[in-house]
Every structure is written in structure tokens, then in C-alpha cells.
């Protein structure tokens, strides 16, 4: 059956399959039916498990190998021709050596396996902000994933027609099967040694190879939407970022546009599906995890979620902290590391209850007292958006959002206030740049120890990062007075026994709205030297449950502890070298002036 008449297209499919060599080859149609299908296959190969249909309906439990369960960052490639192309924050291979290496790899790695092709289109099919992209994969657990996190099938390749532009994106586990030899309900993956993510952003093509786990699989995600998109929007004026995208609307009905950028396990989803404690105030969700914004025919940046699904961690994923996301993965959900409780349904530490008994992730018997976790840290699951039940009717606009505001931010136990305005987009790019975040892993080390992450761009950046942030000046002088505003926030100041200051979740709602009302020019703020900040009188504080002195606390500077900060800063800034904006230097230096003299 010919689905296409697209001649490039067909051509690229033929020449991956005379390369990888798969028994049979499957263009995707994204109907129900094929996900049934293919579902159906893996419970019965033993790679899925069918979750109780009166506990979970129509969802499944895979589990990854141990040695696959997380994106792999050093073995993640930006293959330009010119290294400083890449820059200083992107592993860098030459594309020429990069492919001969993978090509070895690919030849014949399909062996035994089906050859997917899948159409899919990353933002509402035809959207003037979407993309078309067709992975190529062995992995049927890919094809059921992108069904949920994008749009697959017949209407992409109807948007393409016979000489559209679309982003090769060729993915194998990399494990060919010999005659008559199964995965035997096996996880199949290649060793570390043999893994790459390989990016080549001056022909926007991605190959992958050797994993089967999520950013690294899944390449509609991280390797199309941001590292390929983020070099191409660079060169088409446009900006793609790891950002949530929320509305908030207030008691008048006035509606606000939220673009926020937090590196991984600093509560995205959680913000973006919040419950708002603050009276009166809605809030409703858009995107979780990137956001892509062009500026709009009005001047305003418009932005829409370039995914379809929710691909987020399960653990700490409760009640309390994220309603919202329990409500979505109550069906027709894919979760991957979880626990198998007796009752055929899944568990994950920190949930709502404790779970007696159950199989954990790596398939072993496992009760609370087993002394390890059941699910791993990184399980996560699969959802479709549309079923978040704060799910905004607007959220596949084609058009998009306006931008009213964006948040950068990080996870620091100390130094960093609760929350400061930029006083110009200059500061506000600054502010961005040098965002940095704890790790979460229970480090060893317990000495604070911080890393920068800019944007929450790091690992995601598909250029480099100083060309990257001087693109962020050059959005600004485009918007114009049409910029947002741009706010830090940091939820997670610590006491002296380690203890949140800040209740967080839905009571974010307080800062957010303080925000909006700083857009409406409604509330006051104190010129510091970090930027504008609200003193206590000017959040609304009714019902907070914390005392005032405490919050007064994590509204103050500590002017000392900023001189660490400046040599880290310094430290992570130089080898930018010759790519650091002027404009960067500038607000460094101001900074650090501010700092010391005002
Ligand atoms: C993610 C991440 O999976 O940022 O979204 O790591
Ligand atoms: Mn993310």
C-alpha cells in the first residue's frame, strides 16, 4: 500500500530499510485500531502488562532494562561541521566520523524486527507553528507513545503531499534478533558503550540508536521539538523552549498567558496542572514541558504546546501535589517503571497510600520493607493532554496563546529569594542564563553543590548556548513593547532542619497572581539588586497558612552569599569565550556592581 506520493519520503524509507534490514516494514495510520494492535502483540510477547480494566481501563505497564531507563545525556550528540557550532554545553562528534560510526551500527540492526514508519506532526496538524516529522523505529513500544504524544498518521502525510518538508528521524534499539530468537518479553536495548542520540542541525535530521526509554526513543520530544527546533527557530525567528505554557484567568475574567522554564524534577508539571488556592483565581493547563512561540500577526508571541501527551515522572505524583495529573492517568495511560500491585494496578513511591505487596520495576517481589524503591525514580508515565480535566479549550489553537509572562527558576535551598521581577528584558535574558538548580539525586557529597542550568536549556540546547542566548536579545527588540515580563521564582528555600519554607503546589497561585497583577501595573514592588520584589503586604496572603516571619525571609537577599555565586557564575560563563553577547557582559557586570555597591 502506497500512503504517500511524497518521492523524497519514499526514497528515505528505502534506503533505511537496504540499511537496517527489518523483516517487514509498517507505515503507522494512528487509528485506535493499530494501537490495539499493537498492544494487544506486547501483552502477549510478555514486553506489556494489561493493567485490572476496573482499576485502570485500557492501561499497560511495561518495564525497561535496568540499564535503560533515563535520557543519557553523555552519549547525546550536536554533529555540526564546526565544533564551536555546537558550543561548550553540547557533547560534540564531526557529522562525517558520527555517521560512518552509526551507520556501522544501523547496518542490519532491524534483523527480526518491524520497521515502523510514523507520520507525525508536533503541534495541531497544518498549524503555521507546527512541524512534521516521521520517526522511523524497531519499537513498537515507540509507535503506542507517539500515538499519545503526538499526532500520528494520515492527515500528516495528507499536510505533507508530494514535496513538503518533513524531520527524518530514524531510531533503532539496536538489537537485531537471529533466526527464530525472540526478545522473550525482554526489554531489548544496546550497551551504553553503543548508545548515541545524534543530532545534525544544519540538515535537521536525527539518529538514534541502542535505547528504548523516552527522550532518547521518543524523538517528537526533546530531539525534534527542542534541540532540532531550537537551531532551526534560531534561524527562522522563532523560539523553542523547555517551558510550560498555563492560563491563568482572574475573578474579572481578565486572562493571562504563563510560559515557565524549570529544569527537570523542579515541579513543570505540577505548575502547569495546579490547583490555585488563591480565591477566585483559575488555572488552566496548556502544555507540561515545551512550548513553541512565534511572534503573531497582533505583535504579541504566541505559543502553543508542540505535544499531544504528558510524558511525566510518576513518583511524588499524588493527590496533594498534583490532582490533576491523577486524573488523567486514570485510563487509556502507558506507565513504564511503576510497581505492579496485586490488584493489577500501578503503584509509585509517595503516592496517596502505601502499597502492601507488589512486583517492582525490575520484576522482583517487593513490599515497603524491602528497603529499595518499588518504582524506579525515573518511572514515568504516558497520557493523552486532552484528558487533564483543567485541560484548556484553547490548547490546540493554531494560533496560540499570547505570552504575557515568563518564569525561569531552579531548586536552591538557600540564596535565592521566593520570587524577583527583572527590572528590562536584558535582566530578564540575564536571569535566564543564569538560572541554576540542585541536583535531586541524594547526593553523597551534602555540601550545597548547584548546577547551571540555563533556561532549563542545557541539555537541550541544539546550538551554542552563547548564539542561544544573544536569539533570547534578539526576540526582545522584535517584541518590543509587546515583551513579556520575565520573573525568577525559587519554591524551595529550606529552614535549618531541611524543611520546605514555602508550601508550593497550589499555593503558588499566590506568586502568580502577584505577577499578573505587576503585568496590570496593580501591585507594588521594591527596587533591589537583584531586580523588582514584592514585600509581604503585596501578596495576597488570605488563607496561607505560614508564618508571616518566614515568609519575610525568603524575601530578603543575602547580599554575602552572592559572592560564590559570582565565581561559579564566572566559572560557567568563560568558556562561552568569543560567543558571549556584549549584552550578556553588560548585565554581568552590572550584577555584580549592584551587588556590591547599591
Ligand atoms: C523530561 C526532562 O523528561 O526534562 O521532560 O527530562
Ligand atoms: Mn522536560
Given at each position: 500500500?502506497?500512503?504517500?506520493?511524497?518521492?523524497?519520503?519514499?526514497?528515505?524509507?528505502?534506503?533505511?530499510?537496504?540499511?537496517?534490514?527489518?523483516?517487514?516494514?509498517?507505515?503507522?495510520?494512528?487509528?485506535?485500531?493499530?494501537?490495539?494492535?499493537?498492544?494487544?502483540?506486547?501483552?502477549?510477547?510478555?514486553?506489556?502488562?494489561?493493567?485490572?480494566?476496573?482499576?485502570?481501563?485500557?492501561?499497560?505497564?511495561?518495564?525497561?532494562?535496568?540499564?535503560?531507563?533515563?535520557?543519557?545525556?553523555?552519549?547525546?550528540?550536536?554533529?555540526?561541521?564546526?565544533?564551536?557550532?555546537?558550543?561548550?554545553?553540547?557533547?560534540?562528534?564531526?557529522?562525517?566520523?558520527?555517521?560512518?560510526?552509526?551507520?556501522?551500527?544501523?547496518?542490519?540492526?532491524?534483523?527480526?524486527?518491524?520497521?515502523?514508519?510514523?507520520?507525525?506532526?508536533?503541534?495541531?496538524?497544518?498549524?503555521?507553528?507546527?512541524?512534521?516529522?516521521?520517526?522511523?523505529?524497531?519499537?513498537?513500544?515507540?509507535?503506542?507513545?507517539?500515538?499519545?504524544?503526538?499526532?500520528?498518521?494520515?492527515?500528516?502525510?495528507?499536510?505533507?503531499?508530494?514535496?513538503?518538508?518533513?524531520?527524518?528521524?530514524?531510531?533503532?534499539?539496536?538489537?537485531?534478533?537471529?533466526?527464530?530468537?525472540?526478545?522473550?518479553?525482554?526489554?531489548?536495548?544496546?550497551?551504553?558503550?553503543?548508545?548515541?542520540?545524534?543530532?545534525?542541525?544544519?540538515?535537521?535530521?536525527?539518529?538514534?540508536?541502542?535505547?528504548?526509554?523516552?527522550?532518547?526513543?521518543?524523538?517528537?520530544?526533546?530531539?525534534?521539538?527542542?534541540?532540532?527546533?531550537?537551531?532551526?527557530?534560531?534561524?527562522?525567528?522563532?523560539?523553542?523552549?523547555?517551558?510550560?505554557?498555563?492560563?491563568?484567568?482572574?475573578?474579572?475574567?481578565?486572562?493571562?498567558?504563563?510560559?515557565?522554564?524549570?529544569?527537570?524534577?523542579?515541579?513543570?508539571?505540577?505548575?502547569?496542572?495546579?490547583?490555585?488556592?488563591?480565591?477566585?483565581?483559575?488555572?488552566?493547563?496548556?502544555?507540561?514541558?515545551?512550548?513553541?512561540?512565534?511572534?503573531?500577526?497582533?505583535?504579541?508571541?504566541?505559543?502553543?504546546?508542540?505535544?499531544?501527551?504528558?510524558?511525566?515522572?510518576?513518583?511524588?505524583?499524588?493527590?496533594?501535589?498534583?490532582?490533576?495529573?491523577?486524573?488523567?492517568?486514570?485510563?487509556?495511560?502507558?506507565?513504564?517503571?511503576?510497581?505492579?500491585?496485586?490488584?493489577?494496578?500501578?503503584?509509585?513511591?509517595?503516592?496517596?497510600?502505601?502499597?502492601?505487596?507488589?512486583?517492582?520495576?525490575?520484576?522482583?517481589?517487593?513490599?515497603?520493607?524491602?528497603?529499595?524503591?518499588?518504582?524506579?525514580?525515573?518511572?514515568?508515565?504516558t497520557t493523552p493532554a486532552a484528558q487533564?480535566?483543567?485541560?484548556?479549550?484553547?490548547?490546540?489553537?493554531?494560533?496560540?496563546?499570547?505570552?504575557?509572562?515568563?518564569?525561569?527558576?531552579?531548586?536552591?535551598?538557600?540564596?535565592?529569594?521566593?520570587?524577583?521581577?527583572?527590572?528590562?528584558?536584558?535582566?530578564g535574558v540575564f536571569m535566564g542564563a543564569?538560572?541554576?538548580?540542585?541536583?535531586?539525586?541524594?547526593?553523597?557529597?551534602?555540601?550545597?553543590?548547584?548546577?547551571?542550568?540555563?533556561?532549563?536549556?542545557?541539555?537541550?540546547?541544539?546550538?551554542?548556548?552563547?548564539?542561544?542566548?544573544?536569539?533570547?536579545?534578539?526576540?526582545?527588540?522584535?517584541?518590543?513593547?509587546?515583551?513579556?515580563?520575565?520573573?525568577?521564582?525559587?519554591?524551595?528555600?529550606?529552614?535549618?532542619?531541611?524543611?520546605?519554607?514555602?508550601?508550593?503546589?497550589?499555593?503558588?497561585?499566590?506568586?502568580?497572581?502577584?505577577?499578573?497583577?505587576?503585568?496590570?501595573?496593580?501591585?507594588?514592588?521594591?527596587?533591589?539588586?537583584?531586580?523588582?520584589?514584592?514585600?509581604?503586604?503585596?501578596?495576597?496572603?488570605?488563607?496561607?497558612?505560614?508564618?508571616?516571619?518566614?515568609?519575610?525571609?525568603?524575601?530578603?537577599?543575602?547580599?554575602?552569599?552572592?559572592?560564590?555565586?559570582?565565581?561559579?557564575?564566572?566559572?560557567?560563563?568563560?568558556?562561552?569565550?568569543?560567543?558571549?553577547?556584549?549584552?550578556?557582559?553588560?548585565?554581568?557586570?552590572?550584577?555584580?556592581?549592584?551587588?556590591?555597591?547599591?
Amino acid at each position: 500500500m502506497s500512503v504517500t506520493k511524497h518521492k523524497e519520503l519514499l526514497a528515505w524509507v528505502e534506503e533505511i530499510q537496504a540499511m537496517c534490514k527489518p523483516d517487514e516494514v509498517v507505515w503507522c495510520d494512528g487509528t485506535k485500531e493499530e494501537y490495539d494492535r499493537l498492544m494487544n502483540e506486547m501483552v502477549e510477547s510478555g514486553m506489556a502488562i494489561k493493567l485490572n480494566e476496573d482499576k485502570r481501563p485500557n492501561s499497560f505497564l511495561f518495564r525497561s532494562d535496568p540499564s535503560d531507563v533515563a535520557r543519557v545525556e553523555d552519549r547525546t550528540y550536536i554533529a555540526t561541521r564546526k565544533q564551536v557550532d555546537a558550543g561548550p554545553t553540547n557533547n560534540w562528534i564531526d557529522p562525517v566520523e558520527l555517521k560512518k560510526t552509526m551507520t556501522e551500527l544501523y547496518d542490519g540492526c532491524m534483523r527480526g524486527r518491524t520497521m515502523f514508519v510514523i507520520p507525525f506532526s508536533m503541534g495541531p496538524v497544518g498549524s503555521p507553528i507546527a512541524k512534521v516529522g516521521i520517526e522511523i523505529t524497531d519499537s513498537p513500544y515507540v509507535v503506542v507513545n507517539m500515538h499519545i504524544m503526538t499526532r500520528v498518521g494520515q492527515p500528516v502525510l495528507d499536510v505533507l503531499g508530494e514535496d513538503g518538508q518533513f524531520i527524518p528521524c530514524l531510531h533503532s534499539v539496536g538489537k537485531p534478533l537471529g533466526p527464530g530468537e525472540s526478545d522473550n518479553g525482554q526489554w531489548p536495548c544496546a550497551p551504553i558503550e553503543k548508545k548515541y542520540i545524534a543530532h545534525f542541525p544544519e540538515e535537521n535530521l536525527i539518529w538514534s540508536f541502542g535505547s528504548g526509554y523516552g527522550g532518547n526513543a521518543l524523538l517528537g520530544k526533546k530531539c525534534l521539538a527542542l534541540r532540532i527546533a531550537s537551531a532551526l527557530a534560531r534561524r527562522e525567528g522563532w523560539m523553542a523552549e523547555h517551558m510550560l505554557i498555563l492560563r491563568l484567568t482572574s475573578p474579572e475574567g481578565k486572562q493571562f498567558h504563563i510560559a515557565a522554564a524549570f529544569p527537570s524534577a523542579c515541579g513543570k508539571t505540577n505548575l502547569a496542572m495546579m490547583v490555585p488556592t488563591v480565591k477566585d483565581w483559575k488555572v488552566e493547563c496548556i502544555g507540561d514541558d515545551i512550548a513553541w512561540m512565534k511572534i503573531g500577526p497582533d505583535g504579541t508571541l504566541r505559543a502553543i504546546n508542540p505535544e499531544s501527551g504528558f510524558f511525566g515522572v510518576a513518583p511524588g505524583t499524588n493527590y496533594k501535589t498534583n490532582p490533576m495529573a491523577m486524573e488523567t492517568v486514570k485510563e487509556n495511560s502507558i506507565f513504564t517503571n511503576c510497581v505492579l500491585t496485586d490488584d493489577g494496578d500501578i503503584w509509585w513511591e509517595d503516592m496517596d497510600y502505601v502499597a502492601e505487596h507488589g512486583i517492582d520495576w525490575k520484576g522482583n517481589e517487593w513490599t515497603p520493607d524491602s528497603g529499595r524503591n518499588g518504582a524506579h525514580p525515573n518511572a514515568r508515565f504516558t497520557t493523552p493532554a486532552a484528558q487533564c480535566p483543567i485541560i484548556s479549550e484553547n490548547w490546540e489553537d493554531p494560533a496560540g496563546v499570547p505570552i504575557d509572562i515568563f518564569i525561569f527558576g531552579g531548586r536552591r535551598s538557600d540564596v535565592m529569594p521566593l520570587v524577583h521581577e527583572a527590572v528590562d528584558w536584558d535582566h530578564g535574558v540575564f536571569m535566564g542564563a543564569s538560572a541554576a538548580s540542585e541536583p535531586t539525586a541524594a547526593a553523597l557529597d551534602v555540601k550545597k553543590k548547584i548546577r547551571r542550568d540555563p533556561m532549563a536549556m542545557l541539555p537541550f540546547a541544539g546550538y551554542n548556548i552563547g548564539e542561544y542566548w544573544q536569539h533570547w536579545f534578539e526576540m526582545g527588540d522584535k517584541l518590543g513593547d509587546k515583551q513579556p515580563k520575565i520573573f525568577y521564582v525559587n519554591w524551595f528555600r529550606r529552614d535549618e532542619n531541611r524543611k520546605f519554607i514555602w508550601p508550593g503546589f497550589g499555593e503558588n497561585s499566590r506568586i502568580l497572581k502577584w505577577m499578573c497583577e505587576r503585568v496590570d501595573g496593580k501591585a507594588d514592588a521594591v527596587e533591589t539588586p537583584l531586580g523588582f520584589m514584592p514585600q509581604v503586604k503585596d501578596i495576597d496572603i488570605d488563607g496561607l497558612d505560614m508564618d508571616t516571619k518566614a515568609l519575610e525571609g525568603i524575601l530578603e537577599i543575602d547580599r554575602e552569599a552572592f559572592v560564590s555565586e559570582f565565581e561559579d557564575l564566572d566559572e560557567f560563563m568563560q568558556p562561552v569565550g568569543d560567543k558571549l553577547p556584549k549584552r550578556m557582559k553588560n548585565q554581568i557586570e552590572r550584577f555584580k556592581d549592584r551587588m556590591k555597591n547599591s
